[in-house]
């Protein structure tokens, strides 16, 4: 059975003083298995968010049908069996980050010590045990996204719905909450995400849809969409220019370029920082043993 089947939804929304009504959604039909990271990308205004709310059951379709495990969207039965992570989660500052997690665990009916230690477990998983005791208005955006991760998953639902779970996140805070997302995949959840950022969904994702106008575009397996049985790679690992040569006479009029290969700027920023932390630990190291002798 699939976690999610969407079949035709449309959606529309009425315009200022009853006139020129707005097509969000026109005609999306998808399905997702269970135990998969769906990506829904676009750009932004391209419907995303409400192809979530339909999904949640915050929204009802014009036409078409949601449905999650078998049930309709809508029906009370899911509220157990969905985890909501919205875009722009809105948190009591005042709170520690412990006490949102209790306080969102007692609302889905938690008590006692499965409460405490269901509380311990989430701040485990998205890296806040330290920070437990500050409050929420101290948390920095990415931990803020980590706490709405938590929340998300007090319940122990079986689909994780995730608006935009990386917006407005540093390169290190977005690591980090893609490393939570394939943790919890390993876990059997389900996850169905939406974001603009296409190089991030696809590092996590298992299928793909593009989403522009309202409708989908494309949708596919990671494989099937970047695939381009046109042009061909081959990795070589410190090639020497005479087998360069050599295989670019190989190759005839079928070689085009030959360029080294490129990392991407969020990777050079993370293996910078984590040279740093290692410079600094060994640092660390050699100061202690002065020290001790």
Known sequence: MDAVSITDVHKSFPGHWGK????????????IPEG???????????????????LVGLLA???GSCSVFGQPATAPANRREIGFLPENPYFYKFLTG?????????????RGAALKERTRELLELVGL????????????????????????????????????????VD????????????????????????????????????????????CLIAEGTMDELTRDDRHAEITLNNPTPELLEQMRQLAGDAWQDCRPARNSLETVFLRGIQAKLREKGMQNAESRSQNAE
């Open 20 to 31: 020129g009504g707005v097509y969000a959604v026109k005609g999306v039909s998808l399905r």
């Open 36 to 54: 998969g990271v769906y990506g829904l990308i676009g750009p932004n205004g391209s419907g995303k968010s409400t192809v979530m709310k339909l």
């Open 61 to 63: 379709p014009d036409a």
């Open 98 to 110: 412990e006490e949102t997690v209790r306080f969102y665990g007692r609302l889905c009916g938690l």
């Open 129 to 168: 045990t330290e920070a437990k005791d500050r409050r929420l208005r101290g948390y920095s955006k990415g931990m803020l996204q980590r706490i709405g991760l938590a929340q998300a998953l007090v319940q122990k639902p079986r689909l994780l719905v995730l608006d935009e779970p990386t917006a407005g």
């Open 171 to 214: 390169p290190i805070g977005s690591r980090t909450i893609r490393d939570i997302i394939l943790n919890i995949k390993e876990q059997g959840v389900t996850v169905f995400l939406c974001s603009h950022l296409l190089e991030q969904v696809q590092e996590i994702c298992d299928r793909v849809g593009v989403l522009y106008q309202g």
